[in-house]
């Protein structure tokens, strides 16, 4: 028998919503690791259905977990209390573009790069570039806080965001900042909200800052034999007065597993290729790229090279966005993590973490945003193996804790979730999550929000397979 708010919710949605288990069956996967059955999906195009959605859950306090497009990579939309999966990924796409305001107005189910091909028409760029733009939408990037290649100069999605307007768990309308680049009334609520990961509202509309779109850019590429050298020519570029848009790097593993899945010609008997982005003025561009030339020369990178045309700059790209088709063919499950350290201390992070591959026997390769410290170790994997599973769990926990130990965070853009949660305490210290939590029980007094997220539920242990005590 259909519980009773599941029949409240059909009338006022009728063909909107789906609670047969064959059709939900998508909805208890998203990009991470776990499994977990909604027990409804309503699939809303506007925000009254948002409104009408959570005025019901909050009645019969039923859990609601938003979902964008499921890219996410911490588990932030999997539904692990069951209730309603808010499917935004329907909602009609709707980029506005003001020039003269230098701002865009989008709906939560726009993907990322539609937002950058309207910027662009105007001559203007929204920076933000999450490596799955193709494939995430902006509500999914605004509740995660998204990153990108180049976050190194342009920074995070919190970074380009003026206003929001949102529906909270009653089930209210809400508008957050405005659409000037000052505004400092109030409490900063937009940046509260970036980056909640679902639990504290549902984004319905954003306001984003757009800049003028760079002249022109170009890319350099270089192999390094150690990690080291390629830690002191990214830190040797960074000190010598260049800012460049993206410093980004793949392992000797990763470099193996492209030209395996697509023989691209890149070196394999190194430890890093690095690919470097300079972007601005045509006569600026030129004088770095040059520069940027030298430095990773003389720190002892071979096979440095610049492309002479767009093709080839795009085949150079193409080695760094073919890493995650190549590695997901190594083995069926993927574990990726985004510990992020000081850059002084990435040689030393990547040291140990091929101490961890070794120890616990598995594949582990590395890639990530360099001139950062946002390092993506993935550990590739087949979760139906309990025993090599174990060994991952272990292996994520040394990563976690060794990156808190260089000063580094749990987390550079992917978002806690519930993945990274049971880790929270050991980076914010106990009267941080404390006051997080109280946010969130003041906001959400019912704990219908994606319940589970960001803070571990009780007895949570393990974080992959997500074992709850009790
Ligand atoms: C191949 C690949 C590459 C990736 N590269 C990057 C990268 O470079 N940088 C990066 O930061 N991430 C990256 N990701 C992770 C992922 O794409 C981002 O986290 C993205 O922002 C998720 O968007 P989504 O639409 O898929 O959201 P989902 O995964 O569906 O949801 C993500 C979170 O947002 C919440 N949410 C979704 N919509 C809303 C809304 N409207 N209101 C409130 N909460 C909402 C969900 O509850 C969940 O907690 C990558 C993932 C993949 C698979």
């Given at each position: 028998?259909?519980?009773?708010?599941?029949?409240?919710?059909?009338?006022?949605?009728?063909?909107?919503?789906?609670?047969?288990?064959?059709?939900?069956?998508?909805?208890?996967?998203?990009?991470?690791?776990?499994?977990?059955?909604?027990?409804?999906?309503?699939?809303?195009?506007?925000?009254?259905?948002?409104?009408?959605?959570?005025?019901?859950?909050?009645?019969?306090?039923?859990?609601?977990?938003?979902?964008?497009?499921?890219?996410?990579?911490?588990?932030?939309?999997?539904?692990?209390?069951?209730?309603?999966?808010?499917?935004?990924?329907?909602?009609?796409?709707?980029?506005?573009?003001?020039?003269?305001?230098?701002?865009?107005?989008?709906?939560?189910?726009?993907?990322?790069?539609?937002?950058?091909?309207?910027?662009?028409?105007?001559?203007?760029?929204?920076?933000?570039?999450?490596?799955?733009?193709?494939?995430?939408?902006?509500?999914?990037?605004?509740?995660?806080?998204?990153?990108?290649?180049?976050?190194?100069?342009?920074?995070?999605?919190?970074?380009?965001?003026?206003?929001?307007?949102?529906?909270?768990?009653?089930?209210?309308?809400?508008?957050?900042?405005?659409?000037?680049?000052?505004?400092?009334?109030?409490?900063?609520?937009?940046?509260?909200?970036?980056?909640?990961?679902?639990?504290?509202?549902?984004?319905?509309?954003?306001?984003?800052?757009?800049?003028?779109?760079?002249?022109?850019k170009q890319t350099v590429m270089a192999?390094?034999?150690?990690?080291?050298?390629?830690?002191?020519?990214?830190?040797?570029?960074?000190?010598?007065?260049?800012?460049?848009?993206?410093?980004?790097?793949?392992?000797?593993?990763?470099?193996?597993?492209?030209?395996?899945?697509?023989?691209?010609?890149?070196?394999?008997?190194?430890?890093?290729?690095?690919l470097v982005e300079v972007?601005?003025?045509?006569?600026?561009v030129q004088?770095e790229s040059d520069t940027v030339m030298k430095?990773m020369k003389?720190?002892?990178g071979?096979s440095v090279s610049m492309p002479r045309t767009k093709?080839e700059a795009?085949n150079m790209?193409?080695?760094?966005?073919?890493?995650?088709?190549?590695?997901?063919?190594?083995?069926?499950?993927?574990?990726?993590?985004?510990?992020?350290?000081?850059?002084?201390?990435?040689?030393?992070?990547?040291?140990?973490?091929?101490?961890?591959?070794?120890?616990?026997?598995?594949?582990?390769?590395?890639?990530?945003?360099?001139?950062?410290?946002?390092?993506?170790?993935?550990?590739?994997?087949?979760?139906?193996?309990?025993?090599?599973?174990?060994?991952?769990?272990?292996?994520?926990?040394?990563?976690?804790?060794?990156?808190?130990?260089?000063?580094?965070?749990?987390?550079?853009?992917?978002?806690?979730?519930?993945?990274?949660?049971?880790?929270?305490?050991?980076?914010?210290?106990?009267?941080?999550?404390?006051?997080?939590?109280?946010?969130?029980?003041?906001?959400?007094?019912?704990?219908?929000?994606?319940?589970?997220?960001?803070?571990?539920?009780?007895?949570?242990?393990?974080?992959?397979?997500?074992?709850?005590?009790?």
């Amino acid at each position: 028998m259909k519980q009773e708010w599941i029949e409240v919710l059909q009338e006022k949605m009728d063909h909107h919503l789906v609670s047969a288990r064959s059709d939900l069956e998508t909805y208890r996967f998203d990009a991470s690791f776990g499994e977990f059955f909604p027990e409804a999906v309503v699939y809303v195009t506007n925000t009254e259905m948002v409104r009408q959605v959570l005025k019901i859950a909050n009645e019969y306090k039923v859990p609601v977990t938003p979902r964008g497009q499921g890219t996410g990579l911490s588990g932030g939309d999997l539904p692990i209390h069951g209730g309603i999966i808010l499917d935004m990924s329907q909602w009609p796409a709707s980029v506005e573009v003001f020039p003269e305001d230098l701002v865009a107005r989008v709906s939560p189910g726009t993907l990322t790069s539609e937002i950058h091909a309207e910027a662009e028409k105007h001559g203007l760029m929204y920076p933000p570039d999450p490596s799955s733009s193709n494939i995430s939408t902006i509500g999914g990037n605004l509740a995660e806080n998204a990153g990108g290649p180049r976050g190194l100069k342009y920074g995070v999605t919190k970074d380009y965001v003026l206003g929001l307007e949102v529906v909270t768990p009653e089930g209210d309308v809400m508008h957050t900042g405005g659409r000037t680049i000052k505004n400092v009334t109030g409490l900063d609520v937009t940046k509260l909200l970036v980056g909640s990961e679902g639990i504290l509202s549902i984004i319905t509309s954003a306001t984003l800052k757009l800049i003028p779109k760079p002249a022109t850019k170009q890319t350099v590429m270089a192999a390094f034999p150690t990690m080291e050298t390629a830690g002191e020519a990214v830190s040797t570029t960074l000190t010598s007065g260049i800012l460049p848009a993206k410093m980004e790097f793949i392992d000797q593993a990763c470099a193996r597993a492209v030209e395996e899945y697509e023989p691209l010609g890149l070196p394999t008997d190194i430890e890093a290729i690095v690919l470097v982005e300079v972007d601005g003025h045509p006569t600026a561009v030129q004088e770095e790229s040059d520069t940027v030339m030298k430095i990773m020369k003389e720190l002892g990178g071979t096979s440095v090279s610049m492309p002479r045309t767009k093709e080839e700059a795009l085949n150079m790209w193409k080695a760094r966005m073919l890493v995650s088709p190549a590695i997901a063919t190594i083995k069926p499950t993927r574990a990726s993590e985004d510990a992020t350290v000081p850059r002084s201390q990435i040689p030393a992070m990547m040291a140990h973490l091929a101490d961890i591959r070794e120890k616990y026997q598995l594949s582990l390769v590395v890639f990530g945003h360099l001139g950062d410290g946002n390092l993506h170790p993935n550990i590739l994997c087949d979760k139906r193996d309990k025993e090599e599973l174990e060994r991952v769990e272990k292996a994520v926990g040394e990563i976690f804790h060794f990156a808190l130990e260089l000063g580094g965070t749990l987390s550079g853009e992917h978002g806690i979730g519930t993945m990274k949660s049971p880790f929270l305490e050991d980076e914010l210290g106990l009267v941080g999550v404390d006051m997080m939590k109280r946010i969130k029980q003041s906001w959400d007094p019912n704990n219908i929000m994606n319940p589970g997220k960001i803070f571990p539920d009780k007895g949570q242990r393990l974080i992959l397979s997500r074992e709850v005590e009790g």
